[in-house]
Nanobody, 115 residues
Framework: QVQLVESGGDLVQPGGSLRLSCVVS????????MGWYRQAPGSQRESVAS???????NYADFVKGRFAISRDNAKNTVSLQMNSLKPEDTAVYYC?????????WGQGTQVTVSS
């Protein structure tokens, strides 16, 4: 059974930084493309960034140049470095396989950007 455990969310001021981590178990991470997603209150879940099993990355326009996704297959971890955070980045952040998020969603990690 696939398990996704996200962590690293926090309350941060605009312009601040956070690093999110997702520990993946139950699959051979190295064989899957992975993504970070987010869901703000009252909004649908959306894709933020993705990384292929070869390490190629892709970003939504609204985070391009500010966020960076990475993976460590040896540690079964996918990370999201978030810089220059904006209030509109406030959401619960999740990781999952990409592009089809077929694994059961984890609990996510709350990111709140506010002064």
């Amino acid at each position: 059974q696939v398990q996704l455990v996200e962590s690293g969310g926090d309350l941060v001021q605009p312009g601040g930084s956070l690093r999110l981590s997702c520990v993946v178990s139950g699959i051979h991470l190295r064989t899957y493309s992975m993504g970070w997603y987010r869901q703000a209150p009252g909004s649908q879940r959306e894709s933020v960034a993705s990384i292929t099993r070869f390490g190629s990355t892709n970003y939504a326009d609204f985070v391009k140049g500010r966020f960076a996704i990475s993976r460590d297959n040896a540690k079964n971890t996918v990370s999201l470095q978030m810089n220059s955070l904006k209030p509109e980045d406030t959401a619960v952040y999740y990781c999952n396989t990409f592009p089809s998020s077929w694994a059961s969603w984890g609990q996510g990690t709350q990111v709140t950007v506010s002064s």
